[in-house]
C-alpha cells in the first residue's frame, strides 16, 4: 500500500512499524521572546471572496479558484494544553491516542501490534538522514498521548500554554463541541491565516522572514539534520509568541498544523491510497485537511509554513505536531 504523507507518518505507517517506549524528543529551550498570555477570546471574520490555493508549490494545493466565506469568530490562539485540560476534566474524555485502535479498522496489521500512542518526531543523533526515506524521522510511541506529547517520558507539566497535541480530528471534534464551537473548514482556516493579505505567498508579506525577523516557528536549517533554532525554539513554542497576522490571530502558520472540518481530497486520493476508497474507508480512517505547517517545516523540504499549504490525515491519527482551534459559525 503507498502510504499518505504530511511531513510525517500515516497512522497506518507507524501502527505497522511496532512502538518505541520512551520519549526521543527534547523539550524546547526558554526564548527571550515576550509571550503572550493566551484567552479562548474569538476574532470576528467579515468574510469574503479570496484566491484560494497556489500553483507555485504543491501539486495538492492548486487549482488556484475563487472562494467565498461568510462572516465567522475564530480562536485568536491555537487550544492550549491548559484548555484541553479543563475539558477533558468536565467531560472525563479519554483521547484516541489513550486508546487501543480498533482492529476492524486496521484489518492489514497484526492486532498485536495495535497500541495506544501517538507519532513523535525523533532528532538525528548523527549520521545521515536521507530526504527518500521519511519513516526515518517518525516513530509510533506506545504512551504518547496530549499528557505526554513525545512519549511517556514527557510532561506538559510547565506547559500550560504550549498548544496542545497528541489530539485527533475526533478529540478536536468533541473538545469544539463541548465549547458550543466547531472545527474550521479549511477555506475559513485559509481566509483567517491569510490575514486579509489575499494572493501573498506568507500570511505576514511575500517574504519569509521580512528584515531578518522570524514571523512563525518553523525549522531554520537543513532539515532533518540541522535546525540552528535561529528563532529559539527547537519544539513547540508556547502561543503567542510570534506576531500576529493582520486579523490579530496568532500562530495560524507553523508551530503545529491545524485540523479542518473538511474532508481532504484531490484527484489523486484514490491513485494514493487504491486500496482504501474514500467511500469504504472506516470513519477513522477517513482523510481531513490540516493547515498551516508546524515547527518542522524547513525551506529544503517542507515550505508548508504558508496559508495555501495543506496535507491530508486521517480522523484518528495524533502526532506530536498536530493541533487545533475552532470557530463559531455566526454573523
Known amino acids: 500500500m503507498k502510504l499518505m504523507w504530511f511531513a510525517g507518518l500515516a497512522g497506518v505507517a507507524l501502527l505497522a512499524a511496532g512502538a518505541m517506549t520512551a520519549s526521543a524528543v527534547v523539550q524546547q529551550p526558554p526564548h527571550s521572546a515576550v509571550c503572550r498570555a493566551p484567552d479562548r477570546a474569538q476574532v470576528h471574520i467579515a468574510g469574503g471572496t479570496f484566491q484560494m490555493g497556489s500553483a507555485e508549490y ?20 491555537d487550544v492550549t494544553n491548559a484548555e484541553f485540560a479543563k475539558f477533558v476534566a468536565a467531560t472525563h474524555y479519554m483521547t484516541d491516542a489513550e486508546k487501543r485502535p480498533d482492529p476492524v479498522d486496521y484489518p492489514e496489521i ?46 506538559i507539566a510547565g506547559h500550560d500554554n504550549d498548544p496542545v497535541v497528541q489530539v485527533s480530528y475526533n478529540d478536536a471534534s468533541a473538545y469544539a463541541k463541548w465549547a458550543g464551537r466547531e472545527l474550521p473548514t479549511e477555506a475559513q482556516y485559509e481566509f483567517a491565516a491569510r490575514g486579509g493579505l489575499d494572493g501573498k505567498t506568507y500570511g505576514w508579506g511575500d517574504e519569509l522572514t521580512p ?31 510570534f506576531p500576529a497576522n493582520g486579523y490579530g490571530l496568532y500562530d495560524t502558520i507553523g508551530n503545529v498544523w491545524k485540523w479542518t472540518s ?16 474514500m467511500s469504504k474507508a472506516p ?7 490540516i493547515k498551516g505547517g508546524s515547527f518542522l517545516c524547513a525551506p529544503n523540504y517542507c515550505r508548508r509554513y504558508r496559508p495555501a499549504a495543506r496535507q491530508p490525515q486521517e480522523t484518528s491519527f495524533s502526532a506530536a505536531h498536530l493541533g487545533f482551534r475552532t470557530v463559531s459559525n455566526r454573523p
Open 110 to 155: 497484526d492486532k498485536d501490534k495495535l497500541v495506544a500512542g501517538g507519532a513523535v518526531f525523533i532528532s538525528p543523533k548523527g549520521g545521515v538522514r536521507t530526504m527518500e526515506d521519511p519513516m526515518q524521522w517518525w516513530s509510533f510511541v506506545a504512551g504518547a498521548d496530549w499528557r505526554h506529547p513525545d512519549g511517556p517520558d514527557s510532561t
Open 211 to 241: 528584515g531578518g525577523k522570524y514571523q512563525a516557528n518553523v525549522w531554520q536549517g537543513t532539515f532533518p539534520t540541522d535546525n540552528t533554532v535561529a528563532d529559539g525554539f527547537s519544539g513547540r513554542a508556547p502561543v503567542g509568541c
Open 283 to 289: 470513519a477513522s480512517r477517513v482523510l481531513r485537511a
Open 262 to 277: 473538511s474532508l481532504y481530497a484531490t484527484a489523486s486520493t484514490h491513485d494514493e491510497m487504491p486500496d482504501m476508497p
Open 58 to 77: 504543491y501539486e495538492e494545493e492548486g487549482p488556484v479558484r475563487t472562494e467565498t466565506v461568510a462572516p465567522f469568530w475564530i480562536d485568536r490562539y
